[in-house]
């Protein structure tokens, strides 16, 4: 989508930028492993069609996509945002005749970082800019259903089952959003911070002064 091209989410331990063209070859590394093809049911792509599909998210009017960057590594301009890169989160609208139903994806590939909350963090708050954003109403998720731990974060979310495939080895879980989720999102996100994206990328570039934070609630 184009809607979120300069865009950048600030959280408590990520921030989330849009996936750009800097941002494939490391991509596209994660995406050669066994295990993430498996997590999230890829097949692996040549580096050209990586490239490929990177525009296409940013053109389609179905996927919204934020690349998630370790907040501290990122405050260090001698770090290049792409040594910051830890995974990246997808909002799918998936039924063209309902817009307001989407499918939320969350990846936390760089495996170091796995465990500490940041699924959480990132799920809190892709659910708040869906919502305000984009007229999310109902979200879903699919889950293996070995992954106990994520499970049962989304449930946290108030997600329940809707449905579950053994031949997929996967659950799907839902959640329709109401006053006692998008009350559950303001205590569980308020940290989080919209702010131009090109402007902090140039000053962080430049070794200017951070820009003033804009306050965002969900």
Known sequence: MRINENTLLEGKNVVLVPYNPEHVPRYHQWMASPDLQKLTASEPLTLEEEYDMQRSWREDNDKCTFIILDKQR?????????????????IFLTDPSDPSLAELEIMIAETNYRGKGLGKEVTGMMMCYGINKLGIRKFEVKIGLDNKVSIAMFKKFH???????????????????NQALQEHLLVTVDFMQEREYQKLKDCRHGGQPSLPMQAYHC
Do not use: I, K, Q
Not at 75 to 90: S, T
Not at 159 to 177: A, D, K, M
């Open 74 to 90: 990122w405050a260090n301009p001698c770090f290049p945002e792409e040594e910051c890169m830890v995974g990246d989160v997808n």
């Open 159 to 177: 997600f329940y089952e809707l449905s579950v495939s053994e031949v997929f080895r996967e659950v799907t879980l839902g959640v329709t959003v």
